[in-house]
Nanobody, 125 residues
Framework: VQLAESGGTLVEAGGSLRLSCVAS????????VAWFRQTPEKDRDFVGF???????TYADSVEGRFTISRDNAANTAYLQMNNLKAEDTAVYFC????????????????????WGQGTQVIVSS
């Protein structure tokens, strides 16, 4: 499975941005997908998760502002980010697994087998 993120850019605080994660090499509907983010000062942090059936869960820091969705026909997962804050500045990664993950464990990076290269989001304050 290959994953490719896109959509990262410079945006002003309060603005919106949508990131895409395109998967190839495997039937997308069989993948559970998560988004993580990383800064030079911190380890890779969980952002949110979408199961194969479309159930979602989010980190507290983005709950109510970010939305994850998926389009199986397009082999793509999306991360819609609204009301962006300076602290959302990071490199955003999508990750995927063929395993069936519960929401409780979905935030653990080690459980994901496939990762994209990341896309940079910079939020100016």
């Amino acid at each position: 499975v290959q994953l490719a993120e896109s959509g990262g850019t410079l945006v002003e605080a309060g603005g919106s941005l949508r990131l895409s994660c395109v998967a190839s090499g495997r039937t997308f509907s069989g993948l559970a997908v998560a988004w993580f983010r990383q800064t030079p000062e911190k380890d890779r942090d969980f952002v949110g998760f979408i199961s194969r059936n479309g159930f979602t869960t989010y980190a507290d820091s983005v709950e109510g502002r970010f939305t994850i969705s998926r389009d199986n026909a397009a082999n793509t997962a999306y991360l819609q980010m609204n009301n962006l804050k300076a602290e959302d500045t990071a490199v955003y990664f999508c990750a995927a697994t063929l395993e069936r993950l519960s929401r409780i464990v979905s935030s653990r990076p080690i459980l994901y087998d496939y990762w994209g290269q990341g896309t940079q989001v910079i939020v100016s304050s």
